[in-house]
């Protein structure tokens, strides 16, 4: 095998810092400023900024997700001790990518500066509660609320994984500048010696990714505050000015959404209003995500007072068509022409060209090359790689690559074109593109051979109940878990003892087996009727893991690590090439499990649309090809459980909504695909055999009649933390004919709930589907709970789900 070198800044030997003072800084700090003021609340948009580096990933400090908020303040003592480095010019992050971006930049090509951590807005508002709220979060590994207090939702930032606090508003909310982050963090810089630009989220995209608080009519316009929001942003510019800041850069990037001209009109009113104090300083509008719909273009380049723009052109390559069309003359264009989403090495080839052509219609020093977003949501850096072969490795960038690839192609659209670097470019492309890993003939033809069918099971649902009913012969409301059982001290050590060779095989798989048994036994002795194994094989990692390292076209890494949630990261399997089944993946446990008990076993799968939007995803094909290649694999595996005698097989789908483009009219699309993969899986398998699917979440009013064409035999989904959500839509009348089990208790919360409150919720599900249908189960999993929790919990359900059963059976 060749011998490749990767691309990499000098090594991050501080990144521990920017760990530790983003841990301190999000956590605690402004909280505790802010608590002072007791009248007053917080609400916050954690966001990342463009080109911000990832913090997480270094071999040292992350070997597992790592979680200030639970640890407390032992971890922010630890921070501390890190802090005092930062002021070492060698032990600077922020020096580091100085040395490698500025000193080795021509004076007339610009690259991008950034402020190096995520930008923290805060502003405390008059709601009632919230800083007691925030107060919770800050204080626990998950934002959970309590008896008395909600938990304030967390969601995704746009169709990444990463999330952010919504803010809540109302029309009394009072705003006030309560963190100085950003120009604490800008002077920080300058302290070093460099000049950053300071990031913060538009007023715009601020209002709009906030939601009324509760209480608050639906119908509040959030962009009525507009008016109240801007004295806050106008000082902050006031302060960065007064710091010495020449530029400063607003995010905006809802500017990517559908959006109607009235919100238009705000926009525009929003940056008109601040173009006074904005006078003297450099201004950067900056969107990404997707490409900018044409009349939002429009707009956006028409302000006055705006020195230049940044657009994502790997997602938006409808942008690009606009820029070539019309570019305000004078304004600098901010080119991302390197993938922040992703961990692909950059095609600088096909960049360069694209960043001449974009030359051209701007001008010559009007152009700077940059990333299509921030690089918070990929890996930090391949050097860290110490288990991916040398082949996969020169196909990939990660954080640090992808700074050094926007450097070479600054420096080769100003002439210093580094030839020995593009063309080791040049050939890993060209070997991505030829290699047999990628390209496995007998997946394309099969993925080919797809086209043309809908791959609907011949027998419509309710016939299929009939069916399945015949066989399985369960009750009414019958009862069953989602999957997992909590983990035990014992188990972790079996695993731990079998990854260190301390027991043979044989011995681990007698100790699984013995697991099993145990949660088969209890589920019977709790008088469940559709059983799982409990997933004692799977713990320790992720499903997802589990079956990535079984199918061919996946690789994983040892420290890909990319930020979640405060500090929870997740390490996405990397697709790189076509997708297959070289055997069965679940079949031995499930059938093993199955062999334990005259139950139902469900045999357990994750889906296809889940398995990819859970994954870096190969970027040389559409993704519903990879999507369908997947459930091309799944589809073996359904049929082999099938073989083996599993008649309940559930295909968990908990990723299915979060695909969902950014805007509507690419929704339909996405769907169409997202669904046939699914139904792809288990087109194949007998009326006898019940599919069912599982989701954890149940905001899908809008997408419901996606998921009743998903043609599940059975779904199950969150629900006791939403109630009126789920069931809204049943009320309005949707018809829904498969069978639905929306969780009767949280499984996030170690309450349990009493068998009166889980009747309750059943006769509130009674009102709107019908008792045929319905099924008894909690939310979710149950791994994170212990067995003294969940050992009541189900007892109740079960003893629910009887009481229901017999009053229902006198009602007739
Ligand atoms: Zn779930």
């Known amino acids: ?66 979680n200030p908020f639970g640890m407390g303040r032992a971890v922010l003592r630890n921070c501390r001790r890190f802090l005092p480095s930062l002021g070492q010019p060698s032990g600077s992050r922020w020096l580091m990518l100085e ?110 990714l906030s939601k009324p608080a509760k209480g608050i009519e639906k119908s ?37 959404k559908d959006l109607d ?71 600098i264009l901010f080119a991302g022409v390197v993938d922040g989403r992703n961990i692909w090495a950059n095609n600088l080839a096909s960049s360069l060209s694209t960043l001449q052509a974009l030359e051209g219609i701007v001008g010559k020093d009007k152009l700077v090359v940059s990333t299509s977003s921030s690089l918070l949501h990929t890996a930090v850096d391949l050097v860290n790689e110490t288990k ?43 070997s991505r593109k030829s290699s047999p890993r990628v390209t496995n003939d007998a997946v394309q033809k099969a993925a080919t051979a797809l086209k043309g069918s809908a791959h609907r099971r011949a027998t419509n649902v309710s016939a299929r109940l009939d069916a399945q009913q015949k066989k399985l012969n369960l009750p009414i409301l019958p009862t069953t878990t989602i999957g997992s059982f909590p983990q035990t001290a014992d188990l972790r050590r079996v695993r731990r003892e079998f990854k260190a060779n301390k027991i043979s095989e044989e011995e681990y798989v007698k100790a699984i087996k013995e697991e ?3 949660v088969v036994q209890l589920q019977e002795e709790l008088d469940i009727d559709v059983l799982v194994h409990g997933e004692p094989e799977v713990r320790g990692m992720t499903w997802l893991k589990y079956f990535g390292e079984q199918l061919s076209g996946f690789a994983f890494t040892v420290n890909g690590w990319v ?93 299915l909504r979060e695909g969902l483009p950014l805007r509507k009219s690419e929704e339909a699309f996405y769907l169409n695909w997202a669904v046939h993969s699914f139904r792809i899986t288990n087109s194949g398998v007998q009326d006898t055999t019940q599919i069912h699917t599982h989701m954890c979440y149940s905001n899908f009013n809008d997408i419901i009649h996606s998921i009743i064409d998903m043609d599940a035999d059975v779904i199950t989904i969150e629900n006791s933390r939403s109630d009126e959500k789920l069931l809204s839509v049943f009320r309005e009348g949707v018809k829904y004919g498969a069978g639905i089990g929306p969780g009767v208790y949280d499984i996030h919360s170690p309450r349990i709930p009493p068998t009166e409150e889980i009747a309750d919720r059943i006769n509130k599900m009674l009102a709107v ?44």
């Open 388 to 430: 991916l072969d040398n082949e996969i490795k020169s196909w990939l960038a990660f954080a640090a690559q992808k700074i050094v690839e926007v450097n070479a192609l600054a420096k080769a659209l100003s002439g210093h074109k580094d030839e020995a670097f593009f063309s080791a470019n040049a050939a890993a492309q060209s």
């Open 563 to 655: 930020q979640s949630y405060g500090s929870r990261c997740v390490k996405p399997p990397i697709i790189y090439g076509d997708v297959s089944r070289p055997k069965p993946m679940t079949v031995f446990w499930s059938s093993i499990a199955q062999s334990l008990t005259k139950r139902p076993m469900k045999g357990m799968l994750t889906g296809p649309v889940t398995i990819l939007n859970w994954s870096f995803v190969r970027d040389d094909q559409p993704r519903f090809e990879t999507c369908y290649q997947i459930a091309l694999a799944i589809k073996d595996e359904v049929e082999d459980l099938e073989k083996a005698g599993i008649s309940v097989i559930q295909i968990d789908e908990a990723a």
């Open 1 to 66: 095998m060749s011998k490749v070198s990767i691309p990499s800044l000098p090594p991050f030997s501080s990144l521990r810092i920017s760990v530790c003072s983003l841990a301190l800084s999000i956590k605690r700090l402004p909280f505790l400023r802010i608590s002072l003021r007791t009248s007053s609340c917080i609400t916050e948009l954690w966001h990342p900024t463009l080109l911000v580096i990832p913090a997480w990933g270094p071999r040292e400090s992350l070997s597992l997700p790592w």
């Open 99 to 208: 040395s490698s971006i500025f000193l080795a930049t021509p004076s007339h090509t610009m690259i991008r500066c950034w402020t190096p951590q995520p930008c923290l807005v805060l502003f405390p508002l008059g709601m009632d509660g919230m800083v007691e709220r925030l107060a919770l979060i800050y204080t626990s590994p998950w934002p959970r609320g309590n008896a008395s207090l909600p938990a304030m939702e967390m969601t995704k930032w746009f169709d990444t994984n990463y999330h952010y606090i919504v803010p809540e508003l109302g029309p009394d909310v009072n705003f006030s500048y309560a963190s100085h982050k950003a120009v604490d963090e800008y002077k920080e810089a300058k302290a070093l010696g460099i000049d950053t630009i300071p990031v913060l989220v538009g007023p715009f995209s601020y209002l709009l």
């Open 261 to 331: 001209a009235h919100q238009l009109q705000a926009f525009t009113y929003a940056y008109t209003e601040l173009e006074s104090s904005l006078s003297g300083l450099n201004v950067l509008i900056e969107t990404y995500f997707a490409d900018v719909p044409a009349d939002t273009y429009k707009t956006l380049v028409s302000l006055k007072g705006v020195t230049g723009y940044g657009f994502d052109l790997v997602r938006g390559t409808k942008t690009l068509d606009l820029i070539k069309g019309v570019f305000p003359p004078g304004k």
């Open 220 to 256: 509040f316009s959030l962009l009525s505050l507009i008016g109240k929001i801007l004295p806050i942003y106008r000082e902050v510019v006031t302060e960065l000015k007064a710091a010495g800041a020449s530029w400063i850069q607003f995010d905006e990037p809802t500017l990517v």
């Open 769 to 812: 589907l019908e008792s045929n249908i319905l099924w008894v189960n909690p939310d979710c999993g149950l791994k994170t709970r212990k067995y003294t929790e969940v050992k009541p919990a189900l007892t109740n359900v079960v003893a629910a789900a009887k009481l229901i059963r017999s009053q229902l059976g006198s009602a007739k």
């Open 516 to 518: 099993i048994n145990k």
